[in-house]
T-cell receptor, first 117, second 113 residues
Framework: DGGITQSPKYLFRKEGQNVTLSCEQN?????MYWYRQDPGQGLRLIYY???????QKGDIAEGYSVSREKKESFPLTVTSAQKNPTAFYLC????????????????FGPGTRLLVL | AQSVTQLDSQVPVFEEAPVELRCNYS??????LFWYVQYPNQGLQLLLK??????LVKGINGFEAEFNKSQTSFHLRKPSVHISDTAEYFC???????????FGTGTKLQVIP
């Protein structure tokens, strides 16, 4: 079955530690995204990538980093610079973004809940 | 800039009753509009979207939405809800000239047996 997988389901971070969230898709989508979800705030875009080896900052990129070495994979690292990392993190993918806009349906993974010890 | 407002954070409704979840957007240019549903501890799933053409859009699970340009609204409706519709619903807007989708803060639909 085609889809998006995220791991782990739960992740605990200690003070000053970097942690990496995994996102893999087998939908043959070019575009991938990372969102952060906090209660009552909806989804906020952290990073997105339209093609391998290229990615762009979203609205809240500070304290996060990404890589896109393979079409199928878009891991997110939450660095120690992110002072409030507790949230639900969602990865999504879509077909190539149409020129000039995000028209395409985004397909979401099941999410990773990050908690701070 | 584009923005989207979901005024109702929670909507309780009895089973088999109709429901309307409200969504208003702000944009000075043409928009694309989406409704996504999120079941507890899961990702989001597309219910329906409006790109152009007919203003009445039908989606999955019996939901529909109507694009109203003059009122800048894209309300989601279902004539008869089921217990399984209990979830959080997100309205989202995208503008051709902006490289992003903006999500609303979500509306939790609670279907009461």
């Amino acid at each position: 079955d085609g889809g998006i997988t995220q791991s782990p389901k739960y992740l605990f971070r200690k003070e000053g530690q970097n942690v990496t969230l995994s996102c893999e898709q087998n939908l043959n989508h070019d575009a991938m995204y990372w969102y952060r979800q906090d209660p009552g705030q909806g989804l906020r875009l952290i990073y997105y990538s339209q093609i391998v080896n290229d990615f762009q900052k979203g609205d809240i990129a500070e304290g996060y980093s990404v890589s896109r070495e393979k079409k199928e994979s878009f891991p997110l690292t939450v660095t120690s610079a992110q002072k409030n990392p507790t949230a639900f993190y969602l990865c999504a993918s879509s077909h190539t973004m149409a020129a000039g806009g995000f028209q395409e349906t985004q397909y979401f993974g099941p999410g990773t809940r990050l908690l701070v010890l | 800039a584009q923005s989207v407002t979901q005024l109702d954070s929670q909507v309780p409704v009895f089973e088999e009753a109709p429901v309307e979840l409200r969504c208003n957007y702000s944009s000075s240019v043409s928009v694309y509009l989406f409704w996504y549903v999120q079941y507890p501890n899961q990702g989001l799933q597309l219910l329906l979207k409006y790109l152009s053409g007919s203003t009445l859009v039908k989606g999955i699970n019996g939901f529909e939405a109507e694009f109203n340009k003059s009122q800048t609204s894209f309300h989601l409706r279902k004539p008869s809800v089921h217990i399984s519709d209990t979830a959080e619903y997100f309205c989202a807007v995208s503008v051709a000239s902006y490289q992003k989708v903006t999500f609303g803060t979500g509306t939790k639909l609670q279907v009461i047996p």
